[in-house]
């Protein structure tokens, strides 16, 4: 609506970006739930297991807040949280765990504050959106490098050197990617952090799935002093909030000089509860991790055999790169149409020409389930 004698449309430039998303099919909306689960990030089915629900429910009933009411620096600090952090720590084989109310905020608080002005923070080129913006807002000198190539890393590391950088290099990746759903190189990069700086390795889809009882991909690396690793409650773990592990000195650090966690509300008390019994779930049910694995063996024989020339990950987030964003939508239409639910992803997500289904392979659908959904995608495939 225009402001009445002055002719202005304070809304225009929203309405024109709304409209060149939409004019090259990448206008995003909320949709909700509908068919069977291949869309989500509850890999192992904990986000309605009974355990979690009765865990939740005797929180309620012993007292422990909805919400913190506060900063953990005010009275946001409550017994439940100290709990599932030192139980989280002892857990991951960390020194000390930190509660954040998000895996976003957790990824950009680090980032933000423990490299230091005249370090470099090394990026991988598909690092999560957080820790980019995060670079954007830190006091480090950044640089990327090209995914999963250490060696290219290592270049990097030597030019910034060789130009007079002297300060740590702070090494950011994702041990799983959520997009891709392949691997990081954390050996060769835990030598080039031994040499150089730290390791920063955001856990959050490998997080109960990998590792023993779920510890993680980077579950031997954990307790090095240049270590430092993300763990998401809201993926595998079947809550929400996220944990930043790592040295006591840095958990200390972050505590005093983190301003999204000084300035924030602590995250809620049940979280942390959740939190508990989640990890409790991870050392009692390993055959959760066991029937995931299962999910993953059966879908990527299926899809070898009905369509070889698609490549696949070899973990649970499967990504199906169609290309065209448009097409890409409506294959993901076509397959939700079928009772599978599939989304499309899109750039600025991914990279551009890169659209795709992200394939999230979780406990919520069976393996008969898991075969259907490979013969569907055998079917739909040709029509692009």
Known sequence: MKKKGHGLDRLAVYRRDLAVLEGDARLRSLSGRRGIDFSSNDYIGLAQAPRMVSAMRRALEHGVPVGAAGSRLLRGETEMQARFEAEAARFFGAEACLGFGGGYVANFAVITTLPQRGDLLLMDALAHASTHEG?????????????????????????????????AVWIAVESLYSMDGDRAPLEDLMVLADAHGFLLVDEAHATGVYGPQGRGLTHHLEGRENVVTLHTLGKALGGSGALICGARVLVDFLINRCRPFIFATAPSPLMAAVGLESLAILRDEPWRQAVLAGHVAAFGAEMRR????????????????????????????AVQARGFDVRGIRPPTVPEGTARLRVSLTLNATRAEVIRLAETLEELWPDL
């Open 135 to 167: 670079a954007r807002a830190g006091r480090a000198e950044v640089a990327t490098f090209r995914h999963g190539d250490v060696g290219h890393a290592e270049d990097v590391i030597t030019g910034w050197r060789a130009r007079g950088g002297r300060g």
């Open 306 to 333: 009905r369509l070889p020339q698609v490549s696949l990950s070899g973990s649970q987030i499967v990504p199906l790169i169609v290309g065209p964003n448009a097409g890409t939508m409506d294959l993901a239409a």
